[in-house]
């Protein structure tokens, strides 16, 4: 397939992940059809990766076309369960967003499926991602331009360039956009070291694992996460047999266990389960009198909870000779701008949403009758203080999962929580913050 760079667009997008992909796509929907869109890596990723999609993301993803194609092939997600090892303390019901949204319910459906919808619908509107083209310069030209210059010896000018491309984005470093936590201050460190895995569990004996949501145990100061895949995603998958249920885990590793691997086995991750857990899942005969171990691991990985936000979402580019020239402009999308930790699920969310506004953002300045810089500046100072709120919302979640320590009742705190979640209001409340619908 021919992957040649023309010679100049007006917007160039550096990433072709689900926020690129979503940035292209709007941008389209409204009209810019110069665009280009290219990724450094030969294909896209397989791997499940990012899980869920919330009421105020498929609102934005309805407007390019995509919400109800998404929605057929995830679970629509009813509740969220946070557990002790043995009983439940807290269910959020996510009907309490009839009121508010056409989407009352969290969808688990893996990344992978997200950007191959995405990329099914660009390449349908006569767009596709160029690879591998990986950026190593930005240089500003005086008349509002960007020269991009590629690995490869290629180069090509721009109007606008997208930085979609990850944490470790090479356009923001061009770009000179610092990047940094907001208080300077790392996570607890038992928090900073997970692992999440794609598993088959042994039997049928694990039926009481969630079929339609997710549910979190927090117990010996850490927090075990679990959520089932939808049937979309596993009939692609050769390993697993039409009858098998594939589940998602997630979990912290204390720092007293060492780094986990980079590709943790089976028989690194039936440990944690044990020992973190519901005791349904345990392998353990003492603890679950239909013991349950990992059949079948079909991915998994390790990474480190962080937060960092961009200093700034945009920049206007100024020419090393001459500062007062003004060169083309720079906006950083998804995880080139913000991460956070995976606490809430809110990550590809955040990305997706960052996206589809600047296509609305981006539409408004170019057709503006003088175009200035207001409407891409006020865009970005709004995404920043989304992305704020979302990092300060994840970190409260991740501070209660690392102080609890509710493996018994007779824990003051077990029961506070049992309490607090008697409340309807604060049920709703919780169902209000996960969904994005407050923090668009």
């Not at 941008?27 to 869920?52: K, P």
């Amino acid at each position: 397939m021919d992957s040649a760079l023309p010679p100049s667009t007006t917007i160039l997008i550096v990433g072709a992940g689900p926020t690129g992909l979503a940035t292209a796509l709007s941008l389209h929907q409204r009209g810019c059809q110069d665009i280009v869109i290219v990724d450094a890596a030969l294909r896209g990723e397989n791997s499940s990766r990012a899980m869920t999609l919330h009421a105020a993301t498929l609102e934005a993803l309805e407007e390019i076309g995509l919400a109800d194609k998404l929605v057929k092939l995830g679970i629509k997600g009813q509740e969220m369960k946070m557990r002790s090892h043995t009983s439940t303390l807290l269910s959020t019901k996510f009907s309490a967003l009839k009121r508010h949204t056409k989407y009352p319910f969290l969808l688990l459906v893996p990344q992978n499926i997200v950007e191959r919808i995405l990329l099914d619908e660009l390449e349908r509107r006569g767009h596709r991602v160029l690879r591998p083209h990986k950026v190593i310069g930005l240089k500003a030209l005086s008349e509002g331009h960007i020269i991009v210059s590629f690995e490869g010896g290629e180069s090509m000018r721009a109007k606008h360039v997208v930085g979609s491309d990850g944490a470790r984005s090479i356009v923001r470093r061009l770009a000179g956009i610092g990047f940094a936590d907001l208080d300077g201050r790392e996570f607890d460190e038992r928090a900073q070291q997970m692992v999440v895995a794609d598993v088959v569990f042994s039997s049928s004996d694990h039926s009481k694992a969630p079929t339609q949501g997710m549910e979190a145990t927090l117990v010996n100061g850490g927090f075990f996460l679990v959520m089932p895949f939808p049937a979309s995603w596993t009939s692609d998958i050769a390993e697993v047999s039409p009858d098998e249920r594939v589940y998602r885990i997630t979990f912290m590793v204390p720092p007293t266990k060492g780094a986990p691997p980079h590709d943790p086995p089976v028989e690194y991750l039936q440990p944690f389960v044990d020992r973190f857990g519901p005791k349904y899942l345990s392998s353990d005969p003492l603890v679950n009198p239909k013991p349950v171990r990992i059949a079948k691991k079909v991915w998994a990985s390790r990474f480190r909870a962080q937060s960092a936000v961009a200093d700034s979402f945009y920049a206007r580019l100024s020419s090393q000779n001459d500062a007062e020239s003004q060169g083309g402009t720079v906006f950083l999308v998804g995880d080139a701008a913000h991460i956070h930790s995976p606490a809430g699920g809110m990550g590809m969310n955040l990305g997706i949403r960052d996206a589809i506004g600047l296509g609305r953002a981006m539409s408004e300045h170019l057709d503006a009758p003088r175009e200035t810089d207001k409407v891409l500046e006020d865009y970005a100072a709004s995404r920043r203080e989304k992305a704020i709120t979302t990092i300060q919302f994840t970190k409260r979640i991740l501070g209660v999962a690392t102080i609890l320590r509710v493996g018994s009742s007779v824990d003051w705190r077990y029961w506070a929580i049992r309490m607090v979640a008697k409340i309807p209001l604060f049920n709703s409340m919780v169902a209000w913050r996960l969904s994005g619908l407050g923090n668009r």
